[in-house]
């Protein structure tokens, strides 16, 4: 009888239990379970997203590759770059879909449509490592635009992989400036660095001697 009554006060003792606490228990296994599926979800969602944007660079680079580039083409590019700066503006692939957006642009000669892409990327993803070869475009842009002191004030002395680029286009723009001597040792500088990364330096060899003294 008393291992009876133990018994029967055990299962009081845990339907008391499931009273005081059954209802919280759930309602904490419910949780963890939605989040499960939530984070599960959430993660099958951005990898959907990556592989949709990815499947639009890839034709729009396949597009791109065409030799010669048609008319074709270029519609095909702009509406896969424009598909991918509107709908997946946050990642990588929108900055190199402005970039070529810009370059179309530029190829066309409409170089205010080039400002707009180039900008584009500037202000969305101020962050991005992109940032430094924009700036560069931009001011090639604007030089072309005739901005040039906009166009200068982009391609100041960074030590980064881009410096030999950087101070070529600051050499272009000092050069269409009148400034041939400030050229000249832009010029001079970018060779330095080029040949530095071993790279080739015969269009800055041919540029210092034009303006050879």
């Known amino acids: 009888m008393a291992e009876m009554r ?3 006060e055990q299962v009081e003792a845990i339907k008391r239990w499931w009273n005081e606490n059954g209802k919280s228990l759930l309602a904490g296994i419910a949780i963890a379970i939605l989040g499960v599926v939530g984070w599960n979800y959430y993660q099958d969602q951005q990898r959907q997203t ?25 519609a095909a590019i702009t509406q896969d770059a424009n598909m991918l700066k509107d709908q997946f503006s946050g990642g990588a692939y929108a900055e190199y879909a402005a970039l070529m957006l810009a370059k179309l642009a530029v190829e066309k000669n409409d170089l205010e449509q080039a400002e707009s892409e180039l900008r584009w990327l500037l202000s969305n993803s101020p962050d991005s490592p992109l940032v430094a070869l924009t700036n560069i475009r931009l001011a090639q842009v604007l030089q072309g635009q005739g901005k ?7 391609v100041q ?3 980064d992989e881009w410096q030999s680029r950087r101070l070529e286009v600051k050499g272009d723009i000092l050069f269409a400036q009148g400034d041939n001597s400030a050229a000249r040792d832009a010029y001079a500088s970018a060779k330095d660095v080029a040949a530095g990364q071993g790279a080739n330096t015969a269009l800055l060899d041919l540029k210092l001697d034009n303006l050879a003294e």
């Open 6 to 8: 133990t018994e029967e």
């Open 148 to 154: 040039l002191s906009e166009a200068l004030a982009l």
């Open 50 to 74: 990556a592989e949709t944007a990815s499947a639009y660079f890839q034709r729009l680079l396949g597009n791109a590759s065409a030799s010669p580039l048609g008319d074709a083409e270029r």
């Open 157 to 159: 002395d960074s030590d």
